[in-house]
């Protein structure tokens, strides 16, 4: 007997309903709503279980905040470290996505949360490549790049707030 999926059997319910199926959709049909409470369920005259869509919703957002968050701070995380290296031109590019991100998840507060969490970050990792005798930034270097870096995030952020201020006009026009 092949199993039939849950749109299936809400399409054949009517026509076994009414006595008018074959015996093979018929047969189809019971096995299915032997294994499916939904299906059972409606095919009773029930309501099939109420799904709180506001809750669901709210719980999604809130994965998808706390993604943006961990992308976020990864992201400051592998620019701080590019400092030292020869690759240190990609925070031209890496900067205004985590500025727009932290627009998006902040909004205005996002001017003085990213260069407070650069400079924590940046200290941080060079106070790590201090202990470990690594090479490090003397505090001038280390306040340069943190200004720099917070200027390219600046940048991120009054696109991505330009952005939503345009898109926010065109919906209420």
């Known amino acids: 007997?092949?199993?039939?999926?849950?749109?299936?059997?809400?399409?054949?319910?009517?026509?076994?309903?009414?006595?008018?199926?074959?015996?093979?959709?018929?047969?189809?049909?019971?096995?299915?709503?032997?294994t499916c409470a939904v299906c059972r369920s409606l095919?009773?005259?029930q309501a099939p279980p109420v799904v709180n869509t506001e809750k669901a919703f709210?719980?999604?957002k809130r994965q998808i905040q706390i993604f943006s968050v961990m992308f976020m701070l990864f992201?400051?995380?592998?620019?701080?470290?590019?400092?030292a290296g020869s690759n240190v031109f990609y925070n031209s590019l890496i900067m205004p996505i985590i500025g727009a991100l932290g627009y998006i998840l902040l909004r205005w507060k996002a001017l003085y949360t990213i260069p407070i969490l650069l400079l924590i970050t940046h200290g941080m990792t060079n106070l790590l490549g201090l202990?470990?005798?690594?090479?490090?930034l003397d505090i001038?270097?280390?306040?340069?790049?943190?200004?720099?870096?917070?200027?390219?995030?600046?940048?991120?952020?009054?696109?991505?707030?330009?952005?939503?201020?345009a898109f926010r006009k065109e919906h209420s026009v």
């Open 1 to 34: 007997m092949n199993k039939i999926t849950c749109d299936m059997c809400m399409d054949l319910m009517p026509l076994v309903k009414d006595g008018i199926a074959s015996a093979d959709s018929k047969d189809a049909v019971e096995a299915h709503l032997e």
């Open 140 to 165: 001038y270097s280390l306040l340069m790049w943190t200004a720099l870096y917070s200027i390219f995030a600046l940048l991120g952020m009054v696109i991505a707030g330009l952005l939503s201020y």
């Open 43 to 45: 095919y009773h005259g």
């Open 58 to 60: 709210h719980k999604l």
């Open 131 to 136: 202990i470990r005798g690594q090479e490090h």
């Open 75 to 83: 992201g400051i995380f592998f620019g701080v470290n590019l400092t």
